[in-house]
């Protein structure tokens, strides 16, 4: 049985991969800092490990075939991110193990190009896009010297599964038991989700295509480009309800931005709220066949259940 680690299984795009590859068969070992998981997880081996500590990695996914890269710093600790991605290169040669690991949209910087390609080149004007660009760097350094292989599949904003921190969940719908609609942006603005029980299948696909792809392979994953008016459709839809419209007040989080460090980091991505873009693959499709996609009103309908907003509404979940 091939044994996948996923590292962050606690966070929530490593606890809905994790569960993917968990019903898909494959021995998953969830690695967290404390070796504790929550109860979806069950079924997967929990161990310690944290993504600083570069000997503990290794020991953490001694003898995996796959390592999963769920590691995410929270938005102002991103100065973590180069020596994590240094210490999961380290534990995949260790390892001999294939690196999986999930991009962003970070490196095409401002101005956003409408459509985004596999081929759309970088072109970061914030210093997490610079980030991301170095990461991946790194990552296709280490394919092309033979060490790592990487997959990696690109998407958009997260949403779906459980847990918190994504726009979606802090914002988006922070107020729909209010009956409010938040919008990041100009609601007709065309903007890249992911939902991620869907993205995680994907991940699956691609661990069992492996012979189609190379050493290092940058593919898009194609979510959900829709606009604010369209998500707040499916979720009046979900919740039975009329929700009404407001627009997140980005000129606080200006004013206060010198004085607040997280409300900082937030205004300096704030053009990915305002510039339209949308993720397109011209390989994914050929490689796995049909690639995952549940239709905008199932995806939201369980997004809010996920986070408890559904049944907090009705008192009924309506996502099955």
């Not at 996914?61 to 290169?89: R, S």
């Not at 990461?135 to 990696?152: C, D, H, K, P, S």
């Not at 940058?218 to 009404?244: M, S, Y």
Request: aromatic residues 8%; contains cysteine; proline residues 5%.
């Amino acid at each position: 049985m091939t044994k996948i680690a996923i590292l962050g299984a606690n966070g929530r795009l490593g606890r809905v991969v994790a569960k993917a590859f968990i019903d898909a068969g494959y021995d998953v070992r969830a690695i967290t800092r404390s070796g504790k998981i929550t109860a979806e997880l069950i079924g997967s081996a929990a161990v310690a490990g944290d993504g600083l500590d570069r000997e503990a990695l290794i020991r953490a996914t001694e003898g995996v075939d796959i390592i999963f890269n769920g590691l995410n710093p929270i938005y102002t600790d991103w100065g973590k991110c180069l020596p994590m991605a240094e210490n999961v290169m380290a534990a995949c040669r260790a390892n001999r193990a294939l690196h999986l690991a999930p991009g962003s949209v970070y490196n095409y910087g401002s101005p956003m190009p409408a459509v985004i390609t596999e081929d759309t080149p970088f072109h970061p004007t914030t210093e997490k896009g610079r980030i991301r660009v170095a990461m991946e760097g790194l990552f296709r350094r280490e394919a092309e010297a033979g060490r790592v292989r990487t997959i990696l599949l690109r998407a958009g904003d997260f949403f779906g599964g459980t847990g918190t921190g994504s726009w979606f969940d802090l914002m988006v719908a922070a107020k729909m038991h209010k009956g409010v609609y938040t919008a990041p942006g100009p609601a007709d603005l065309v903007h890249e989700w992911a939902y991620l029980p869907d993205m995680a299948k994907a991940f699956v696909g691609l661990t069992e295509n492996l012979d189609k792809l190379g050493a290092y392979e940058a593919l898009n994953f194609p979510g959900h480009a829709v606009t604010d008016l369209e998500i707040k459709a499916a979720a009046e839809q979900a919740l039975g309800r009329t929700l009404k419209l407001t627009s997140m007040p980005w000129w606080v989080l200006r004013a206060g931005s010198p004085f607040v460090a997280m409300w900082r980091e937030l205004v300096s991505m704030s053009y990915l709220r305002f510039e339209p873009h949308q993720l397109v693959s011209a390989r994914l499709e050929g490689i796995i066949g049909t690639i995952p996609h549940t239709p905008l009103d199932k995806a939201v309908a369980a997004a809010l259940d996920d986070i408890g907003l559904v049944a907090t509404i009705d008192g009924v979940s309506k996502a099955a």
